[in-house]
Protein backbone atom coordinates (compact mmCIF):
# COMPACT_ATOMS: atom_id res chain seq x y z
CA UNK A 1 0.00 0.00 0.00
CA UNK A 2 1.77 3.38 -1.01
CA UNK A 3 1.78 6.13 1.88
CA UNK A 4 3.90 8.30 -0.33
CA UNK A 5 0.57 10.79 0.38
CA UNK A 6 1.77 14.39 0.46
CA UNK A 7 -1.83 15.77 1.99
CA UNK A 8 -2.03 16.66 5.56
CA UNK A 9 -3.20 19.09 7.83
CA UNK A 10 -0.36 21.68 7.28
CA UNK A 11 2.37 23.34 5.44
CA UNK A 12 2.20 20.69 2.49
CA UNK A 13 -0.19 21.61 -0.14
CA UNK A 14 -2.56 19.48 -1.46
CA UNK A 15 -2.05 16.93 -4.47
CA UNK A 16 -5.14 16.31 -6.49
CA UNK A 17 -5.59 12.37 -6.51
CA UNK A 18 -7.56 12.46 -9.44
CA UNK A 19 -5.26 13.14 -12.25
CA UNK A 20 -3.65 11.15 -15.47
CA UNK A 21 -4.19 7.53 -14.82
CA UNK A 22 -6.20 8.06 -11.67
CA UNK A 23 -8.62 10.23 -13.49
CA UNK A 24 -8.53 7.35 -16.50
CA UNK A 25 -9.57 4.86 -13.83
CA UNK A 26 -12.02 7.23 -12.21
CA UNK A 27 -13.82 7.70 -15.80
CA UNK A 28 -13.94 4.16 -16.50
CA UNK A 29 -15.67 3.52 -13.00
CA UNK A 30 -18.09 5.80 -13.86
CA UNK A 31 -19.32 4.47 -16.94
CA UNK A 32 -20.85 1.10 -14.22
CA UNK A 33 -23.25 2.81 -12.56
CA UNK A 34 -26.04 5.41 -13.54
CA UNK A 35 -25.10 8.00 -10.75
CA UNK A 36 -22.18 9.90 -10.21
CA UNK A 37 -23.08 9.26 -6.68
CA UNK A 38 -22.98 5.25 -6.45
CA UNK A 39 -19.06 5.76 -7.53
CA UNK A 40 -18.27 7.02 -3.75
CA UNK A 41 -17.40 4.23 -2.31
CA UNK A 42 -15.36 3.12 -5.04
CA UNK A 43 -13.60 6.33 -5.93
CA UNK A 44 -12.78 6.71 -1.82
CA UNK A 45 -11.30 3.21 -2.33
CA UNK A 46 -8.89 4.97 -4.46
CA UNK A 47 -8.37 7.53 -2.36
CA UNK A 48 -7.22 5.23 0.54
CA UNK A 49 -5.09 3.20 -2.35
CA UNK A 50 -3.09 5.86 -3.34
CA UNK A 51 -2.89 8.05 0.10
CA UNK A 52 -2.99 5.52 3.06
CA UNK A 53 -6.27 7.39 4.10
CA UNK A 54 -9.18 10.01 2.97
CA UNK A 55 -8.04 12.83 4.70
CA UNK A 56 -10.97 16.60 4.45
CA UNK A 57 -8.83 17.51 1.63
CA UNK A 58 -8.88 14.47 -0.29
CA UNK A 59 -13.18 14.20 0.85
CA UNK A 60 -13.57 17.41 -0.73
CA UNK A 61 -11.63 16.74 -4.06
CA UNK A 62 -14.23 13.45 -4.50
CA UNK A 63 -17.21 15.62 -3.72
CA UNK A 64 -16.10 18.21 -6.53
CA UNK A 65 -15.26 14.79 -8.95
CA UNK A 66 -17.93 13.32 -7.71
CA UNK A 67 -20.48 16.31 -8.03
CA UNK A 68 -21.73 16.17 -4.21
CA UNK A 69 -21.23 18.41 -1.18
CA UNK A 70 -17.92 17.46 1.47
CA UNK A 71 -20.86 17.12 3.98
CA UNK A 72 -22.43 14.34 2.11
CA UNK A 73 -18.81 12.50 1.46
CA UNK A 74 -17.99 13.29 5.28
CA UNK A 75 -21.32 11.76 6.03
CA UNK A 76 -20.86 8.38 3.94
CA UNK A 77 -16.59 8.30 5.11
CA UNK A 78 -17.60 8.04 8.77
CA UNK A 79 -20.21 5.63 8.58
CA UNK A 80 -17.84 3.04 7.12
CA UNK A 81 -15.10 1.72 9.15
CA UNK A 82 -12.89 0.86 6.81
CA UNK A 83 -11.83 4.69 5.62
CA UNK A 84 -9.21 5.68 7.69
CA UNK A 85 -9.62 9.66 8.61
CA UNK A 86 -5.75 9.84 9.44
CA UNK A 87 -2.99 8.61 8.71
CA UNK A 88 -1.94 5.01 10.19
CA UNK A 89 1.30 2.95 10.02
CA UNK A 90 2.35 1.05 7.42
CA UNK A 91 0.60 -2.24 8.15
CA UNK A 92 -2.19 -1.85 9.22
CA UNK A 93 -3.53 -4.80 11.43
CA UNK A 94 -7.03 -5.39 11.88
CA UNK A 95 -8.24 -8.09 14.20
CA UNK A 96 -11.02 -10.20 15.20
CA UNK A 97 -12.41 -10.88 18.46
CA UNK A 98 -16.14 -11.42 17.51
CA UNK A 99 -17.31 -13.83 20.05
CA UNK A 100 -16.34 -17.52 17.58
CA UNK A 101 -12.97 -15.89 17.76
CA UNK A 102 -12.54 -14.42 20.90
CA UNK A 103 -13.73 -18.22 22.15
CA UNK A 104 -10.59 -19.69 20.52
CA UNK A 105 -8.52 -17.28 22.06
CA UNK A 106 -8.28 -13.96 19.98
CA UNK A 107 -7.69 -11.86 23.13
CA UNK A 108 -4.05 -13.35 23.83
CA UNK A 109 -3.81 -12.53 19.94
CA UNK A 110 -4.50 -8.83 20.31
CA UNK A 111 -2.55 -8.74 23.14
CA UNK A 112 0.62 -10.28 21.74
CA UNK A 113 0.19 -8.26 18.32
CA UNK A 114 0.06 -5.14 20.92
CA UNK A 115 3.41 -6.07 22.58
CA UNK A 116 5.16 -7.63 19.27
CA UNK A 117 4.57 -4.15 17.05
CA UNK A 118 5.66 -1.68 19.78
CA UNK A 119 2.05 -0.08 19.30
CA UNK A 120 0.80 -0.93 23.10
CA UNK A 121 -2.48 0.45 22.48
CA UNK A 122 -5.51 -0.11 20.18
CA UNK A 123 -5.19 2.21 17.62
CA UNK A 124 -1.87 3.60 18.30
CA UNK A 125 0.76 3.60 15.54
CA UNK A 126 4.37 2.09 16.66
CA UNK A 127 6.86 4.52 17.43
CA UNK A 128 8.75 3.07 13.82
CA UNK A 129 5.55 4.23 11.78
CA UNK A 130 5.06 0.93 11.04
CA UNK A 131 2.23 -0.52 12.20
CA UNK A 132 -1.41 -0.09 13.89
CA UNK A 133 -3.42 -2.77 15.52
CA UNK A 134 -7.37 -2.61 15.92
CA UNK A 135 -9.83 -4.82 16.70
CA UNK A 136 -12.42 -5.57 14.72
CA UNK A 137 -15.88 -7.05 14.69
CA UNK A 138 -16.44 -11.15 12.75
CA UNK A 139 -13.99 -10.50 9.73
CA UNK A 140 -16.00 -13.36 8.05
CA UNK A 141 -13.08 -16.26 8.76
CA UNK A 142 -14.77 -17.77 11.87
CA UNK A 143 -13.74 -21.34 11.41
CA UNK A 144 -9.68 -20.23 10.92
CA UNK A 145 -9.43 -18.21 14.04
CA UNK A 146 -8.40 -15.87 15.02
CA UNK A 147 -7.97 -14.57 11.04
CA UNK A 148 -6.17 -10.97 10.79
CA UNK A 149 -5.75 -8.73 8.05
CA UNK A 150 -2.76 -6.93 7.50
CA UNK A 151 -3.33 -4.28 4.57
CA UNK A 152 -5.28 -6.22 2.38
CA UNK A 153 -3.03 -9.40 3.22
CA UNK A 154 -5.72 -11.86 4.94
CA UNK A 155 -4.23 -14.32 7.31
CA UNK A 156 -6.07 -17.15 8.95
CA UNK A 157 -5.79 -19.16 12.11
CA UNK A 158 -2.80 -16.56 14.03
CA UNK A 159 -2.22 -17.50 17.75
CA UNK A 160 -0.06 -15.61 19.71
CA UNK A 161 2.96 -18.09 19.00
CA UNK A 162 2.75 -17.19 15.30
CA UNK A 163 2.85 -13.53 15.54
CA UNK A 164 6.57 -12.80 15.58
CA UNK A 165 6.78 -14.74 12.38
CA UNK A 166 3.97 -12.95 10.33
CA UNK A 167 5.12 -9.71 11.79
CA UNK A 168 8.77 -10.51 10.12
CA UNK A 169 7.15 -10.92 6.72
CA UNK A 170 6.10 -6.78 7.44
CA UNK A 171 9.15 -4.64 7.36
CA UNK B 1 -12.77 -32.38 -3.06
CA UNK B 2 -13.37 -30.87 0.77
CA UNK B 3 -11.79 -27.79 2.54
CA UNK B 4 -10.04 -27.14 5.13
CA UNK B 5 -10.64 -30.87 5.30
CA UNK B 6 -11.50 -33.74 2.96
CA UNK B 7 -15.23 -34.49 2.58
CA UNK B 8 -16.78 -36.41 4.45
CA UNK B 9 -18.69 -39.61 3.09
CA UNK B 10 -22.16 -38.29 4.46
CA UNK B 11 -21.68 -34.79 2.86
CA UNK B 12 -23.62 -33.50 -0.22
CA UNK B 13 -21.31 -31.90 -1.82
CA UNK B 14 -22.63 -29.95 -4.79
CA UNK B 15 -21.78 -26.34 -4.17
CA UNK B 16 -18.49 -27.29 -2.27
CA UNK B 17 -17.54 -30.04 -4.79
CA UNK B 18 -14.09 -28.15 -6.07
CA UNK B 19 -13.30 -26.46 -3.00
CA UNK B 20 -9.57 -26.50 -2.19
CA UNK B 21 -8.80 -27.11 -5.91
CA UNK B 22 -7.18 -24.11 -7.31
CA UNK B 23 -7.61 -25.02 -11.17
CA UNK B 24 -11.50 -25.02 -10.53
CA UNK B 25 -11.10 -21.35 -10.20
CA UNK B 26 -10.59 -20.47 -14.01
CA UNK B 27 -12.58 -19.76 -16.64
CA UNK B 28 -10.92 -22.83 -18.64
CA UNK B 29 -10.93 -25.27 -15.40
CA UNK B 30 -14.58 -24.44 -14.94
CA UNK B 31 -15.63 -25.27 -18.36
CA UNK B 32 -14.07 -28.28 -17.77
CA UNK B 33 -16.09 -29.22 -14.59
CA UNK B 34 -19.24 -28.36 -16.81
CA UNK B 35 -19.45 -24.61 -15.96
CA UNK B 36 -21.57 -22.03 -18.30
CA UNK B 37 -23.47 -25.18 -19.79
CA UNK B 38 -26.51 -23.84 -17.36
CA UNK B 39 -26.23 -20.63 -19.05
CA UNK B 40 -26.14 -21.26 -22.66
CA UNK B 41 -28.70 -23.49 -21.99
CA UNK B 42 -31.15 -20.63 -19.60
CA UNK B 43 -30.18 -18.34 -22.58
CA UNK B 44 -32.46 -20.10 -24.69
CA UNK B 45 -35.01 -20.48 -22.50
CA UNK B 46 -37.73 -17.91 -21.79
CA UNK B 47 -37.10 -16.31 -18.09
CA UNK B 48 -40.57 -17.59 -17.15
CA UNK B 49 -39.46 -20.96 -18.16
CA UNK B 50 -36.34 -20.24 -15.74
CA UNK B 51 -38.29 -19.18 -13.06
CA UNK B 52 -40.69 -21.94 -13.35
CA UNK B 53 -37.98 -24.43 -12.85
CA UNK B 54 -36.48 -22.77 -10.03
CA UNK B 55 -39.96 -22.15 -8.51
CA UNK B 56 -40.30 -25.79 -8.71
CA UNK B 57 -37.18 -26.93 -7.69
CA UNK B 58 -37.93 -25.29 -3.96
CA UNK B 59 -34.60 -23.63 -3.69
CA UNK B 60 -35.32 -21.06 -1.03
CA UNK B 61 -33.18 -18.06 0.06
CA UNK B 62 -29.63 -19.05 1.93
CA UNK B 63 -29.05 -15.32 3.27
CA UNK B 64 -30.81 -15.96 6.31
CA UNK B 65 -34.62 -15.77 5.21
CA UNK B 66 -35.10 -18.31 3.49
CA UNK B 67 -37.86 -16.59 1.09
CA UNK B 68 -38.44 -18.89 -1.93
CA UNK B 69 -36.63 -17.58 -4.67
CA UNK B 70 -38.26 -18.42 -7.69
CA UNK B 71 -41.14 -16.63 -5.93
CA UNK B 72 -38.57 -13.60 -5.72
CA UNK B 73 -37.83 -13.65 -9.34
CA UNK B 74 -41.57 -13.98 -10.30
CA UNK B 75 -42.28 -10.68 -8.37
CA UNK B 76 -40.15 -8.91 -11.26
CA UNK B 77 -42.68 -7.81 -14.19
CA UNK B 78 -41.18 -7.81 -17.52
CA UNK B 79 -41.82 -5.62 -20.26
CA UNK B 80 -42.59 -2.66 -17.52
CA UNK B 81 -40.65 0.11 -19.66
CA UNK B 82 -37.87 0.04 -16.20
CA UNK B 83 -34.20 -0.93 -15.92
CA UNK B 84 -34.29 -4.17 -13.68
CA UNK B 85 -31.12 -4.88 -11.52
CA UNK B 86 -30.03 -7.79 -9.95
CA UNK B 87 -27.97 -7.41 -6.51
CA UNK B 88 -25.49 -10.24 -5.05
CA UNK B 89 -25.17 -9.90 -1.16
CA UNK B 90 -22.00 -11.00 -0.74
CA UNK B 91 -21.87 -8.89 1.93
CA UNK B 92 -21.01 -11.85 4.41
CA UNK B 93 -21.08 -10.22 7.93
CA UNK B 94 -23.20 -12.37 10.03
CA UNK B 95 -20.55 -13.47 12.99
CA UNK B 96 -19.84 -17.16 12.30
CA UNK B 97 -20.76 -17.45 9.29
CA UNK B 98 -18.08 -18.01 6.24
CA UNK B 99 -19.38 -20.04 3.60
CA UNK B 100 -20.21 -16.97 0.44
CA UNK B 101 -16.38 -16.60 1.07
CA UNK B 102 -15.57 -20.20 0.22
CA UNK B 103 -17.71 -20.15 -2.66
CA UNK B 104 -15.97 -16.81 -3.65
CA UNK B 105 -12.76 -17.88 -3.15
CA UNK B 106 -12.90 -21.41 -5.24
CA UNK B 107 -15.41 -21.63 -7.50
CA UNK B 108 -16.08 -17.82 -8.82
CA UNK B 109 -17.54 -18.58 -12.39
CA UNK B 110 -20.09 -20.59 -10.54
CA UNK B 111 -21.24 -17.45 -8.57
CA UNK B 112 -21.32 -15.31 -12.03
CA UNK B 113 -23.19 -18.19 -13.92
CA UNK B 114 -25.79 -18.37 -11.09
CA UNK B 115 -25.41 -14.13 -11.08
CA UNK B 116 -25.95 -14.64 -15.25
CA UNK B 117 -29.06 -16.49 -15.48
CA UNK B 118 -30.65 -14.88 -12.70
CA UNK B 119 -29.79 -11.48 -14.07
CA UNK B 120 -31.73 -12.76 -17.34
CA UNK B 121 -34.20 -14.53 -15.58
CA UNK B 122 -35.20 -10.97 -14.01
CA UNK B 123 -34.59 -9.06 -16.97
CA UNK B 124 -31.63 -6.93 -15.30
CA UNK B 125 -29.15 -6.08 -17.72
CA UNK B 126 -26.94 -5.18 -15.16
CA UNK B 127 -25.88 -7.14 -11.82
CA UNK B 128 -23.40 -5.97 -8.96
CA UNK B 129 -21.49 -8.08 -6.70
CA UNK B 130 -21.15 -6.45 -3.29
CA UNK B 131 -18.76 -7.65 -1.92
CA UNK B 132 -17.63 -6.76 1.75
CA UNK B 133 -14.67 -4.95 2.13
CA UNK B 134 -12.67 -7.11 4.54
CA UNK B 135 -12.63 -9.84 2.14
CA UNK B 136 -9.60 -9.19 -0.18
CA UNK B 137 -9.19 -12.39 -1.42
CA UNK B 138 -12.52 -13.24 -2.98
CA UNK B 139 -12.92 -9.56 -4.04
CA UNK B 140 -9.53 -10.13 -6.22
CA UNK B 141 -10.52 -13.69 -7.27
CA UNK B 142 -14.29 -12.47 -8.29
CA UNK B 143 -12.73 -9.58 -10.50
CA UNK B 144 -10.61 -11.75 -11.74
CA UNK B 145 -13.06 -13.94 -13.17
CA UNK B 146 -15.50 -11.07 -14.51
CA UNK B 147 -12.54 -10.02 -16.51
CA UNK B 148 -12.45 -13.94 -17.71
CA UNK B 149 -15.85 -14.07 -18.14
CA UNK B 150 -15.93 -10.36 -20.29
CA UNK B 151 -12.91 -11.52 -22.34
CA UNK B 152 -14.50 -14.87 -23.53
CA UNK B 153 -17.78 -12.55 -24.11
CA UNK B 154 -19.84 -14.79 -21.80
CA UNK B 155 -20.76 -11.44 -20.12
CA UNK B 156 -21.28 -8.06 -21.70
CA UNK B 157 -23.69 -6.84 -24.71
CA UNK B 158 -24.15 -9.92 -26.22
CA UNK B 159 -23.70 -12.60 -23.35
CA UNK B 160 -22.48 -15.65 -25.14
CA UNK B 161 -23.87 -14.62 -28.55
CA UNK B 162 -27.80 -14.58 -27.50
CA UNK B 163 -28.07 -10.63 -28.35
CA UNK B 164 -28.49 -10.73 -24.32
CA UNK B 165 -26.97 -7.98 -22.38
CA UNK B 166 -25.44 -9.04 -19.54
CA UNK B 167 -23.30 -6.86 -17.30
CA UNK B 168 -22.18 -7.97 -13.99
CA UNK B 169 -19.90 -5.36 -11.34
CA UNK B 170 -17.82 -6.21 -8.25
CA UNK B 171 -18.27 -3.27 -5.82
CA UNK B 172 -16.65 -3.37 -3.20
CA UNK B 173 -18.12 -2.66 0.88
CA UNK B 174 -16.20 -0.86 2.92
CA UNK B 175 -16.74 -2.38 6.77
CA UNK B 176 -20.46 -2.23 7.90
CA UNK B 177 -22.40 -5.21 8.86
CA UNK B 178 -25.51 -3.74 7.91
CA UNK B 179 -24.95 -3.76 4.40
CA UNK B 180 -25.82 -7.00 4.31
CA UNK B 181 -29.66 -5.77 4.90
CA UNK B 182 -30.48 -5.58 1.66
CA UNK B 183 -31.86 -1.85 1.45
CA UNK B 184 -29.39 -0.92 3.29
CA UNK B 185 -27.05 -2.90 0.61
CA UNK B 186 -28.85 -0.90 -1.73
CA UNK B 187 -28.62 2.58 -0.64
CA UNK B 188 -24.64 1.37 0.02
CA UNK B 189 -24.19 0.59 -3.67
CA UNK B 190 -26.15 4.36 -4.25
CA UNK B 191 -23.36 6.06 -2.47
CA UNK B 192 -25.36 6.42 0.94
CA UNK B 193 -24.73 5.23 4.05
CA UNK B 194 -25.82 1.61 4.88
CA UNK B 195 -29.06 2.92 6.51
CA UNK B 196 -31.63 0.41 5.82
CA UNK B 197 -34.78 1.78 4.15
CA UNK B 198 -38.17 1.32 5.56
CA UNK B 199 -40.57 -1.08 3.41
CA UNK B 200 -42.67 -1.02 1.43
CA UNK B 201 -41.40 -0.20 -1.52
CA UNK B 202 -40.18 -3.52 -1.50
CA UNK B 203 -36.82 -4.15 -3.66
CA UNK B 204 -39.15 -5.39 -6.90
CA UNK B 205 -41.18 -2.51 -6.79
CA UNK B 206 -38.67 0.08 -5.82
CA UNK B 207 -35.02 -0.73 -5.10
CA UNK B 208 -32.16 -0.13 -6.57
CA UNK B 209 -31.82 3.56 -8.19
CA UNK B 210 -35.14 3.38 -7.44
CA UNK B 211 -35.78 0.63 -9.93
CA UNK B 212 -37.29 -2.84 -10.17
CA UNK B 213 -34.77 -4.88 -7.88
CA UNK B 214 -34.14 -8.89 -6.96
CA UNK B 215 -31.12 -9.33 -4.18
CA UNK B 216 -30.45 -12.96 -3.48
CA UNK B 217 -27.35 -14.54 -1.42
CA UNK B 218 -24.15 -15.82 -3.10
CA UNK B 219 -24.89 -19.70 -2.13
CA UNK B 220 -28.33 -19.03 -3.49
CA UNK B 221 -27.35 -18.24 -6.74
CA UNK B 222 -24.56 -20.69 -7.22
CA UNK B 223 -26.95 -23.53 -6.80
CA UNK B 224 -28.94 -22.29 -9.54
CA UNK B 225 -26.92 -23.61 -12.92
CA UNK B 226 -26.71 -26.60 -10.76
CA UNK B 227 -30.86 -26.96 -10.91
CA UNK B 228 -30.79 -25.97 -14.56
CA UNK B 229 -28.10 -28.74 -15.05
CA UNK B 230 -29.79 -31.40 -13.35
CA UNK B 231 -33.28 -30.64 -13.51
CA UNK B 232 -35.97 -29.45 -10.94
CA UNK B 233 -36.91 -32.71 -9.67
CA UNK B 234 -33.46 -33.79 -8.54
CA UNK B 235 -33.06 -30.75 -6.36
CA UNK B 236 -36.60 -31.48 -4.77
CA UNK B 237 -35.05 -34.39 -3.97
CA UNK B 238 -32.33 -33.61 -2.06
CA UNK B 239 -34.23 -33.67 1.06
CA UNK B 240 -34.20 -35.48 4.28
CA UNK B 241 -37.07 -34.25 6.30
CA UNK B 242 -39.49 -31.86 5.82
CA UNK B 243 -40.51 -31.21 2.17
CA UNK B 244 -40.27 -27.39 2.52
CA UNK B 245 -36.55 -27.68 2.63
CA UNK B 246 -35.21 -28.75 -0.14
CA UNK B 247 -31.37 -29.07 -2.16
CA UNK B 248 -27.69 -28.83 -0.25
CA UNK B 249 -26.93 -26.34 2.31
CA UNK B 250 -23.75 -25.39 3.13
CA UNK B 251 -23.06 -24.87 6.90
CA UNK B 252 -19.95 -22.87 8.71
CA UNK B 253 -18.88 -24.33 11.64
CA UNK B 254 -16.71 -22.40 14.22
CA UNK B 255 -16.21 -22.12 18.15
CA UNK B 256 -14.90 -25.15 20.04
CA UNK B 257 -15.17 -27.48 18.08
CA UNK B 258 -12.71 -30.20 16.61
CA UNK B 259 -12.88 -29.94 12.76
CA UNK B 260 -14.19 -26.15 12.13
CA UNK B 261 -14.78 -25.50 8.90
CA UNK B 262 -17.73 -25.45 6.04
CA UNK B 263 -19.56 -28.79 5.65
CA UNK B 264 -22.46 -29.18 2.94
CA UNK B 265 -25.53 -31.65 3.44
CA UNK B 266 -28.69 -32.25 2.22
CA UNK B 267 -31.39 -30.37 3.46
CA UNK B 268 -32.93 -32.53 7.00
CA UNK B 269 -29.88 -34.34 8.16
CA UNK B 270 -29.22 -34.54 11.84
CA UNK B 271 -27.81 -32.53 13.58
CA UNK B 272 -26.34 -34.59 16.08
CA UNK B 273 -24.51 -36.60 13.35
CA UNK B 274 -23.47 -33.51 11.79
CA UNK B 275 -21.88 -31.77 15.12
CA UNK B 276 -20.09 -35.17 16.25
CA UNK B 277 -19.66 -37.30 13.07
CA UNK B 278 -18.77 -34.32 10.95
CA UNK B 279 -17.36 -32.32 13.01
CA UNK B 280 -15.46 -34.55 15.02
CA UNK B 281 -17.32 -33.61 18.51
CA UNK B 282 -15.80 -31.54 21.11
CA UNK B 283 -11.91 -30.95 21.78
CA UNK B 284 -10.54 -33.30 23.80
CA UNK B 285 -11.41 -33.70 27.66
CA UNK B 286 -14.21 -30.75 26.49
CA UNK B 287 -17.70 -31.12 26.47
CA UNK B 288 -20.13 -28.92 24.24
CA UNK B 289 -22.57 -26.53 25.84
CA UNK B 290 -24.14 -24.66 23.98
CA UNK B 291 -25.09 -24.04 19.74
CA UNK B 292 -25.85 -21.01 17.73
CA UNK B 293 -26.71 -23.01 14.86
CA UNK B 294 -27.65 -20.08 12.03
CA UNK B 295 -25.31 -17.49 12.69
CA UNK B 296 -25.41 -14.66 15.76
CA UNK B 297 -28.80 -13.34 15.36
CA UNK B 298 -30.88 -16.47 15.90
CA UNK B 299 -31.76 -18.37 19.52
CA UNK B 300 -29.10 -20.01 21.21
CA UNK B 301 -29.67 -23.62 21.95
CA UNK B 302 -28.85 -25.82 24.29
CA UNK B 303 -26.97 -29.07 23.35
CA UNK B 304 -30.56 -31.52 24.19
CA UNK B 305 -32.03 -29.10 21.79
CA UNK B 306 -29.13 -29.53 18.95
CA UNK B 307 -28.72 -32.98 19.17
CA UNK B 308 -32.80 -33.84 18.29
CA UNK B 309 -32.61 -31.38 15.34
CA UNK B 310 -33.30 -31.97 11.75
CA UNK B 311 -31.56 -29.26 9.48
CA UNK B 312 -33.68 -27.39 7.92
CA UNK B 313 -35.77 -24.33 7.80
CA UNK B 314 -38.62 -26.34 9.82
CA UNK B 315 -36.11 -28.31 11.81
CA UNK B 316 -34.27 -25.54 13.76
CA UNK B 317 -37.47 -23.54 13.79
CA UNK B 318 -38.84 -26.82 15.47
CA UNK B 319 -36.27 -26.69 18.24
CA UNK B 320 -36.47 -22.69 19.07
CA UNK B 321 -34.17 -21.35 17.03
CA UNK B 322 -33.53 -21.03 12.96
CA UNK B 323 -31.37 -22.30 9.94
CA UNK B 324 -30.41 -18.30 9.44
CA UNK B 325 -27.29 -18.63 7.43
CA UNK B 326 -26.06 -21.68 8.82
CA UNK B 327 -23.16 -20.41 10.47
CA UNK B 328 -23.01 -22.93 13.18
CA UNK B 329 -20.66 -21.64 16.27
CA UNK B 330 -20.27 -23.93 19.33
CA UNK B 331 -19.11 -23.34 22.73
CA UNK B 332 -18.25 -25.66 25.06
CA UNK B 333 -17.84 -26.32 28.72
CA UNK B 334 -14.90 -23.93 29.66
CA UNK B 335 -16.89 -20.98 28.12
CA UNK B 336 -18.38 -18.49 29.91
CA UNK B 337 -21.98 -18.15 28.08
CA UNK B 338 -22.73 -14.38 29.56
CA UNK B 339 -19.30 -13.18 28.30
CA UNK B 340 -20.46 -14.32 25.10
CA UNK B 341 -23.73 -13.22 25.02
CA UNK B 342 -22.44 -9.59 26.10
CA UNK B 343 -19.70 -9.63 23.53
CA UNK B 344 -22.55 -10.32 21.21
CA UNK B 345 -24.65 -7.89 22.18
CA UNK B 346 -21.42 -5.42 21.81
CA UNK B 347 -20.89 -6.46 17.97
CA UNK B 348 -24.46 -5.56 17.62
CA UNK B 349 -24.44 -2.17 19.63
CA UNK B 350 -20.96 -1.53 17.45
CA UNK B 351 -22.97 -2.15 13.94
CA UNK B 352 -26.58 -0.49 14.72
CA UNK B 353 -26.78 2.18 12.11
CA UNK B 354 -28.48 3.97 14.98
CA UNK B 355 -31.36 5.65 12.84
CA UNK B 356 -34.33 3.44 15.17
CA UNK B 357 -33.87 4.70 18.82
CA UNK B 358 -34.94 0.90 20.08
CA UNK B 359 -32.05 -0.07 18.37
CA UNK B 360 -29.11 2.54 18.48
CA UNK B 361 -30.00 2.91 22.63
CA UNK B 362 -31.32 -1.12 23.64
CA UNK B 363 -28.18 -2.43 21.93
CA UNK B 364 -26.22 -0.31 23.86
CA UNK B 365 -27.60 -0.16 27.20
CA UNK B 366 -27.89 -4.13 26.57
CA UNK B 367 -24.36 -4.08 26.20
CA UNK B 368 -23.70 -2.03 29.21
CA UNK B 369 -25.92 -4.22 31.56
CA UNK B 370 -24.29 -7.44 30.48
CA UNK B 371 -21.23 -6.32 30.60
CA UNK B 372 -21.27 -5.40 34.38
CA UNK B 373 -23.19 -8.58 34.84
CA UNK B 374 -19.89 -10.64 33.82
CA UNK B 375 -17.61 -8.38 35.58
CA UNK B 376 -19.89 -8.96 38.41
CA UNK B 377 -21.74 -6.33 39.14
CA UNK B 378 -25.33 -7.25 38.09
CA UNK B 379 -28.36 -7.44 40.41
CA UNK B 380 -31.20 -9.60 40.26
CA UNK B 381 -33.29 -6.39 38.62
CA UNK B 382 -30.82 -7.18 35.74
CA UNK B 383 -33.02 -9.90 34.61
CA UNK B 384 -36.61 -7.64 34.00
CA UNK B 385 -34.39 -4.98 32.42
CA UNK B 386 -32.53 -7.38 29.93
CA UNK B 387 -35.97 -8.76 29.46
CA UNK B 388 -38.32 -5.49 28.91
CA UNK B 389 -34.96 -3.83 26.65
CA UNK B 390 -35.14 -6.87 24.36
CA UNK B 391 -39.33 -6.67 24.08
CA UNK B 392 -38.58 -3.09 23.17
CA UNK B 393 -36.19 -3.44 20.49
CA UNK B 394 -37.89 -6.83 19.18
CA UNK B 395 -40.26 -6.40 15.78
CA UNK B 396 -40.12 -2.11 16.19
CA UNK B 397 -37.46 -1.23 14.34
CA UNK B 398 -36.90 -0.63 10.33
CA UNK B 399 -34.95 -3.66 9.72
CA UNK B 400 -34.33 -6.38 12.40
CA UNK B 401 -30.56 -5.73 13.91
CA UNK B 402 -32.05 -4.92 17.04
CA UNK B 403 -34.01 -8.06 16.82
CA UNK B 404 -30.79 -10.08 16.26
CA UNK B 405 -29.46 -8.44 19.52
CA UNK B 406 -32.21 -9.47 21.48
CA UNK B 407 -32.33 -13.02 20.62
CA UNK B 408 -29.42 -14.06 21.89
CA UNK B 409 -30.17 -12.09 25.13
CA UNK B 410 -33.63 -13.76 25.61
CA UNK B 411 -32.63 -17.56 24.82
CA UNK B 412 -29.45 -17.10 26.75
CA UNK B 413 -31.25 -16.09 30.12
CA UNK B 414 -33.96 -18.87 29.24
CA UNK B 415 -31.57 -21.24 28.49
CA UNK B 416 -28.19 -20.60 30.76
CA UNK B 417 -30.05 -18.16 33.64
CA UNK B 418 -27.87 -20.46 36.63
CA UNK B 419 -24.81 -18.89 35.00
CA UNK B 420 -25.97 -15.63 35.03
CA UNK B 421 -27.16 -16.23 38.62
CA UNK B 422 -23.83 -17.27 39.44
CA UNK B 423 -22.17 -14.50 38.26
CA UNK B 424 -24.60 -12.27 40.61
CA UNK B 425 -24.42 -13.76 43.43
CA UNK B 426 -20.60 -14.92 43.28
CA UNK B 427 -19.73 -11.22 42.59
CA UNK B 428 -17.18 -12.29 39.43
CA UNK B 429 -16.96 -14.90 36.42
CA UNK B 430 -16.82 -18.79 38.12
CA UNK B 431 -14.89 -19.19 34.45
CA UNK B 432 -12.31 -16.29 34.70
CA UNK B 433 -9.91 -19.00 36.42
CA UNK B 434 -10.49 -21.74 33.72
CA UNK B 435 -11.27 -19.72 30.95
CA UNK B 436 -9.05 -21.47 27.90
CA UNK B 437 -6.09 -19.55 26.53
Known sequence: MAHSGGDSIGEIPYRPVFVGAMKEELDALLGR???????????????????????????????????????????????????????????????????????????KVVETLLDKTGCGDLGATSPDGRFTVIEVECLGACGFATPILVNDEFIESVTPEKVPQILSQFK | MGYPHKTHPKETPILSKYFGEPQ????????????????????????????????????????????????????MKPGDGKAHYLCVNADESEPGTFKDREIMRWTPHALLEGTAIAAYAIGAEVAYIYIRGEFTEPLRVMEAA??????????????????????????????????????????????????????????????????????????????????????????KALCLSNPKSTGSKLFSVCGNVSRPGNYEVTMGFPFKDFLYDLCGGPLPGRKFKAVIPGGSSVPIQTMEEAEGTLMDYEGFVAKGTMLGSGGVIIFDDSQCMVKHIARFARFYAHESCAQCTQCREGTAWTTK??????????????????????????????????????????SGIQKFKHEFEAHITGKRCPYRATAAA
Open chain 1, 33 to 107: YPTKMAALLPTLWMVQRERGWVSEEAMVEVAQVLELTPAYVKGVVTFYTMYHQHPVGRYFIQVCTTSPCGACGAE
Open chain 2, 24 to 75: ARTLEGWKQRGGYRALQQALGMTPADIVNVVKESGLRGRGGAGFPTGSKWSF
Open chain 2, 146 to 235: VKEAYDAGILGKNAMGSGQRIDVHVHRGAGAYICGEETALMNSLEGRRGNPRIKPPFPAVAGLFGQPTTINNVETLAAVPHILNNGAAWY
Open chain 2, 369 to 410: ILERIEAGGGTMQDFDTLLELADNMTGKTICVLSDSCAAPVV
